[in-house]
């Protein structure tokens, strides 16, 4: 359980960490059993560090007892922040978000958006992977259409 917060800490301080470890990080047991007492059939749990709202989290990816693929999001010291919710139409995504993603990657298709709602107060950002003349990415876009964060995929 030691390696999520010392790799967290290490993440926050090279922005070049975040985007070479963004793929893929361990589950922690603390995490694990946060799941399992929500969904007590989840399967195939998997982690990637994401920012969310200025934090750096961890995303937990894993199937429910319908198959059905759930995210959810931890602080480094194990605590659920919140859920994402993967809009089924990526197209879904307000106006100042598309707004955003065209001003930063012209002539770019949104893939798949999910929105993640701030529990700590106002606000939301849309996680969004688009495709675009200069490869693919992962950004994070606010409700005001500010990007937040990106990543080269």
């Not at 059993?33 to 007590?40: E, Y």
């Not at 200025?54 to 059905?68: C, H, I, M, R």
Request: aromatic residues 6%.
């Amino acid at each position: 359980m030691r390696k999520f917060p010392t790799v967290m800490i290490a993440l926050a301080l090279s922005g070049t960490a975040i985007q070479a470890f963004a793929q893929e990080a361990p589950v922690p047991d603390k995490v694990r059993t946060s799941v399992l007492k929500r969904h007590p059939q989840a399967t195939d749990m998997q982690g990637e560090l994401e920012t969310h709202f200025g934090q750096q989290l961890l995303e937990v990816s894993f199937k429910d007892a319908e198959g059905q693929v759930l995210h959810e999001l931890f602080r480094s010291n194990g605590a659920l922040f919140t859920g994402e919710l993967v809009l089924e139409n990526p197209q879904q995504v307000p106006p100042m978000v598309t707004e955003a993603v065209k001003a930063n990657f012209p002539d770019s298709r949104i893939e798949k958006a999910e929105l993640v709602v701030n529990p700590n107060g106002v606000g939301e950002e849309y996680e969004l992977l688009i495709d675009s003349a200069n490869g693919k990415w992962r950004i994070a876009v606010n409700d005001k259409g500010a990007v937040t964060s990106k990543e080269r995929r």
